[in-house]
């Protein structure tokens, strides 16, 4: 049920409420009241907009219009301005056409003239091919292209300059001495200055985009004629001496003043360095000979080394100079080729490079090709003749040849097969001559027709040449296994033969030399055993064999052939110790007619000192016998020859153990009987007198 103050609140905020709809109502109206009169306004702007377009627009049209007049009527005249010029640039430009690229307005204006032409060319091509200007522009068009042309070529002219000996010889040698500056000097002599390379590159550039390569074959005989005359310098300062010489060097052409004096300094610690190599090397040669010839004869280098087949003829010989020369030439094309290939970039586009560059090669690669060839000719010369060791020139050269192929093969691989192979086919010609040498010596041991054999059954001339040639052969071990390598019956041999892999190339080259020595030994053994036929005695018979055969087991010994060869032959040593002890035993034999008469004394019976006329006869005939045979045996010994101090001192304490006991027992036992009346007639010498006898054994080589 609700109370009487409960309505009274209800009907309180009724009224409250009715009040504020009151307000709510007034509120809408007067918001309606406003936008009507908004909306009014508005309608009113928008007609007056309308009236301003109206007047406005024909107006802005007509401005629109007047601008894109003015903007085609600027364009026709910059168009005609444009094609008028086209009509007076042959007359504008021809001035600086006619002064050329090197002429006061510069290449980069005389480039950009040239590009007018090209478009006023184009111009009258396209609109006017008939007209005057187009015969005027093309006129100067093709002249400006020509003055290109020439400016390329007087450039590459005056900045192409041939390198002089000296700084070619400097930058081969890569001198340690030489300070960073200097070194940087030599490296960069011939490479064009940086602006004139700028230049020529962007002439280069014009020149091609307008098809007009001609220049290219410009480049290339100019380069080549400066490579060719780099090379001809180079030999020219060989051949005048003046490489191992500081008075060379200051005569050197193309030498700046400024550079003298540092050049000369350079020159001079680099042709020493190189004159004391080889000297070195040369005296180890002559050292081997000397140690060779005067341990086992006592005689002097030049009195005996003089009647060998080697060297008896020095026409056609290769030097160590002239070896060194050849070397530095091939040395010298291989950089110049280096230099060549760099200067071609930017100059030359790349599809076109290969091209060029073999042209300019080609005449430098033909000469160290035929300079090689001619040095193969000369080395077959000299085996021909039998002068092995100057021959033997030719592996030095390979040697370094197959060390300078890599760097050859890179430089030319992107030129054609028959450029690709001309290195190849020196290396090729070269170790063909090597081969033929090795193999020729050996034929020239098996068909030695000498029948002049040493009467004194010393060392055979032969021996002495062969082991001469066989020490020399060690200072090429490595490039003699690449030689012998090639041939199938060292390979097969090789095969068979077990040696420490893990020394690689360096051992399987020494056991390929042993091979080959072992070839040559048995050959001059069998050629040694021939020849001793020859003597009749057989006691200078056994001490031919016998000397030849301890004189090369000493000499193997001496050097490092003993270890080569043993890698092949394990053996060797031991062989020709027993060979030594057989020509031993031979050699004794040559005592059996002295033995004869003081061994096998059973037919001789002394009966209480006396002796019956048959054992005096017999003993006369023993003591004369003795007395002869030991006096001959004398006569021949002493003529004899034993160089070596070793074996001939062994030789004549063989012969006394040999002898003496047996003539000891002899001569005690019947000295002392009166087996005649003179028996100082029969008995003349003693044992002492036999001793110092076999003492004065070989007195003429002793």
Known sequence: MYNFNDFQVIESDLEKEKANVAVFKERIEQSRQITCNMFNILETFEDRLSKLEATILPLYNETENLQLRQKNIERTIAALDHVIGYYSVSTDVESVIRAGPSGPNGLDNFLNILDKLKQAQTYFEKNNPQSVELENVSSLFNSGGDSLNREFKEMLFKHSKPISPVMLLDLLSNDEDLTPDDSSSVRSFNH??????????????????????EYMNVYARIRANVLMK???????????????????????????????????????????????????????????????????????????????????????AIDEQEMENYLMVVMAVQKLMQNELSLLSGIIPLQHQHQVFQIIIQEALDTIVQDGENIASRAKRCINRHDFSTALVIFPILKHLLSLKPDFEKTVE????????????????????????????????????????????????????????????????????????????????????????????????????????????????????????????????????LNNCNYVLKSLQRCSLLEVVSLSEAECEETYYNMITTHKKSYQQCWNKVLHYICNTEDIQVYYGKLKDKERSILKERFSGFNKEIEEISKLQRGYSVPDFELREGLKRDNKEYILPKYYLFYDRYANIPFAKNVEKYIKYTPEQVAAMMDRFFDIAA
């Open 230 to 316: 780099s090379l001809i310098m180079l030999k020219e300062h060989h051949r005048s001496g003046s490489g191992g010489s500081v008075q060379g060097v200051t005569a050197s052409p193309t030498i700046r003043p400024k550079y003298q004096n540092r050049l000369e300094v350079q020159s001079s610690r680099k042709t020493k360095r190189i004159q004391n190599l080889f000297e070195k090397k040369a005296n180890k040669v002559l050292l081997k000979a000397s140690q060779t010839i005067e341990y086992s004869t006592g005689l002097s280098l030049g009195s005996r080394r003089n009647t060998s087949q080697f060297g008896e003829n020095r026409e056609d």
């Open 192 to 213: 064009f200055p940086e602006n004139v390379a700028s230049d020529m590159v962007r002439i280069a550039n014009w020149l091609i985009s307008e098809s007009r390569d």
């Open 414 to 545: 992107s030129c054609d097969y028959n450029v690709r192979i001309q290195f190849s086919s020196i290396l090729s010609t070269l170790q063909t001559t090597g081969s033929k040498i090795l193999e020729d010596f050996i034929e020239y041991i098996k068909s030695d027709t000498n029948t002049s054999l040493p009467r004194d059954g010393t060392v055979y001339q032969l021996t002495s040449d062969v082991l001469f040639f066989l020490e020399q052969l060690l200072d090429y071990t490595d490039i003699l296994g690449t030689v012998l390598a090639q041939d199938s019956s060292y390979s097969n041999s090789l095969a068979n033969i077990s040696f420490d892999s893990k020394r690689g190339a360096v051992e399987k080259n020494k056991v390929l030399l042993g091979i080959y020595i072992k070839k040559v030994l048995s050959q001059l053994n069998f050629v040694l055993l021939s020849k001793s036929d020859v003597y009749s005695d057989i006691g200078v018979k056994a001490l031919f064999r």
